[in-house]
C-alpha cells in the first residue's frame, strides 16, 4: 500500500530555513504528480507547493512563492520541500501526498497522505 513518511521538521527561529522530506513507498512514485500541504492550529488544510511526474513543472501557493522550493528524486522516491525565509506564520504541521495524475492542476485530488511532521517558527 502507499506509504509516505515526512521528516526534517522541527523549531527554527525567523529567517531561518528547513528542508522537509517525504520517502515515499508502495506505488511507482516517478508516475504521480506530487504536493505538500500545511495545516495551522484552528485552520484548515492550505496547499503549499506541487510538482509534476518529471519534476520539472512547479507550482506554489502565493504565501510562499520565492521563499519555497519543491523538487523530487524520482531515483530515490522522495519528494523534498526547502522553505527559506521563515515566519512565525510558517508555523503548522507539514503533509506530503500523492496526486491520482501525473501532473498537477487545481482540481487535482491527492488521494494518500503522510503523516505530517510539525515545524515551528519562533518569532
Known amino acids: 500500500q502507499v506509504q509516505l513518511v515526512e521528516s526534517g521538521g522541527g523549531l527554527v527561529q525567523a529567517g531561518g530555513s528547513l528542508r522537509l522530506s517525504c520517502a515515499a513507498s508502495g506505488y511507482t512514485f516517478s508516475s504521480y504528480a506530487m504536493g505538500w500541504f500545511r495545516q495551522a492550529p484552528g485552520k484548515e488544510r492550505e496547499f503549499i507547493a506541487a510538482?509534476?511526474?518529471?519534476?520539472?513543472?512547479?507550482y506554489y501557493a502565493d504565501s510562499v512563492k520565492g521563499r519555497a522550493t519543491i523538487s523530487r528524486d524520482n531515483a530515490k522516491n522522495t519528494l523534498y520541500l526547502q522553505m527559506n525565509s521563515l515566519k512565525p506564520e510558517d508555523t503548522a504541521v507539514y503533509y506530503c501526498?500523492?496526486?491520482?495524475?501525473?501532473?498537477?492542476?487545481?482540481?487535482?485530488?491527492?488521494?494518500?497522505w503522510g503523516q505530517g511532521t510539525q515545524v515551528t517558527v519562533s518569532s
Open positions: 501526498a500523492v496526486s491520482r495524475s501525473p501532473t498537477y492542476s487545481s482540481g487535482s485530488y491527492f488521494g494518500s
Open positions: 510538482i509534476n511526474w518529471s519534476g520539472l513543472t512547479t
